[in-house]
């Protein structure tokens, strides 16, 4: 390079980092250097450095976007075996992929026995949105009701609610395994209720809709809860054989295997 292109380089990476741009910044060099030997003007390489900075943008964006959603572990549509579950309704998931239902304010009941599937599929959905940048939180429903009941104790339920309100997407995990108190129930449907129309939720659960009762207490408020949720709503029903038992019995029955032993079981 001459002086006077060292001495630009040099300047143009100051200004870069000034202006916090460091994808820009950290390719500038090898960018001027491919432009140069491809006799491209400066409008292209300004363009390329444009291009590699709002695609690093993004990402970081998504990744960020993914931490603050709280998975407790990243499941993709890859890894579901949809085939080991034929019961659910695999062109409307992967319709829901594409996450219309989000832009319209749409909801998804996932209703099904222990180990279907339901979690990964509601995680799934959830990633894919992080990625098309919207604004996800996932929530196993007995932890946010626990949380709700003390950010109320503690004077903080508004600003709680105010963090879900700004959500496009609001997974609630598991309703049916612990009843909530009334207060929990309460709380839970104020979530719901100002969710409705405004931010897509899904729901996984293990319980039917007339068993909800068992949860959420009163039969008026289970009505109030399951109108709003249902009100332009999907539901995908996974039923079958639990894939933690089916995974147990296939390590069982592999060559070397043994049954595991009861207390009734002899040496």
């Known amino acids: 390079m001459k002086k006077t292109e060292t001495k630009s380089l040099v300047l143009l990476r100051h200004h870069l980092k000034a202006l916090k741009l460091p994808t820009m910044h950290e ?8 432009c140069a030997a491809d006799n491209a003007d400066h409008l292209a390489f300004l363009l390329q450095l ?33 085939k080991a579950q034929p019961s659910v309704n695999k062109p409307l998931v992967l319709e829901l992929m594409r996450c219309g239902y989000i832009d319209q304010r749409e909801n998804l009941l996932l209703v099904g026995s222990t180990g279907t599937g339901k979690t990964h599929i509601a995680t799934a959905l959830g990633v894919e949105a992080c990625a098309r940048g919207k604004r996800v939180r996932f929530h196993k429903v007995i932890e946010l009701v626990t949380q709700l009941i003390e950010a109320r104790e503690q004077r903080q339920l508004a600003r709680l609610k105010t963090q879900l309100s700004k959500l496009d997407l ?5 309703l049916g395994y612990v009843p909530a108190s009334k207060v929990g129930a309460e709380l ?15 729901v996984t659960t293990n319980l039917p809709f007339e068993n909800w009762t068992e949860v959420l207490g009163s039969e008026r408020l289970t009505g109030a809860t399951l109108d709003r949720l249902t009100h332009r709503c999907h539901i995908i029903e996974c039923n079958g054989e639990s894939y933690r038992l089916k995974d147990a019995k296939r390590r069982r029955r592999r060559p070397g295997g043994r049954e595991p032993r009861t207390g009734t079981d002899r040496p």
């Not at 449907?189 to 405004?198: C, G, L, N, P, W």
């Open 27 to 34: 390719a500038c060099e090898k960018i001027a250097q491919r």
């Open 50 to 82: 444009c291009e590699l900075e709002l695609i690093d943008r993004e990402r970081r964006a998504a990744n960020r976007r993914l931490k603050a959603a709280k998975f407790p572990t990243i499941k993709t549509l890859e890894s579901f075996d949809f």
């Open 170 to 174: 609001l997974i609630l995990d598991e």
């Open 188 to 202: 839970l449907f104020d979530v719901i209720s100002t969710a409705y129309e405004r931010t897509s939720v899904i």
